[in-house]
């Protein structure tokens, strides 16, 4: 018998393609959650650190300045440092500019200097250990040519500036 072809509805048909574009809004919906919180994790560890990490750079850098102008013999601005409390209250600057250029006739000019690391004060309450960020020691060990030795600097953040209010 002659060939006769099925009718079109019996005819078979490919299935219709399923849509995949559910799992490409899933996966860019999930990457972009995980970037939004990775940028707002690191955010909130920069907040939490940066002014721990500037309190402790602070006091560093006006020991490094405060030694650079003695160093420099530029004593009026190594004076600028210095805050009339603790026990250097009273000292002028002709005063400070006499002792400095004693110490540099008696030991020789500074050669080098190296700061340590600083230590701020704590306090003991009922509640615990409280750690003032305000106020902090640093021991910085000075090279003259004649001698050597080291000194305590004690620092307090006054006025939104640190400054130093005593040193041995």
Not at 141 to 151: A, E, K, L, P, T
Request: charged residues 10%.
């Amino acid at each position: 018998p002659p060939y006769i072809p099925a009718p079109p509805a019996m005819q078979s048909q490919p299935p219709p393609k399923r849509s995949r574009a559910w799992i490409w809004i899933v996966a860019v919906t999930l990457s972009t959650a995980l970037l939004v919180s990775c940028g707002l994790c690191g955010w909130g560890t920069y907040s939490i650190f940066s002014s721990t990490f500037q309190q402790v750079v602070e006091p560093l850098t006006l020991t490094q300045h405060y030694y650079s102008a003695l160093q420099a013999k530029n004593y009026s601005l190594a004076y600028s440092y210095l805050s009339p409390q603790g026990t250097i209250s009273g000292l002028t600057l002709d005063q400070f500019t006499q002792q400095a250029r004693e110490r540099d006739s008696q030991f020789g000019a500074v050669r080098s200097y190296t700061p340590g690391q600083p230590a701020f004060s704590t306090s003991t309450t009922a509640s615990g250990s409280n750690v003032d960020l305000n106020r902090a020691t640093v021991t910085v060990d000075v090279s003259r040519s004649q001698q050597s030795y080291s000194v305590l600097l004690t620092m307090q953040k006054i006025g939104g500036k640190w400054k130093i209010i005593d040193f041995d």
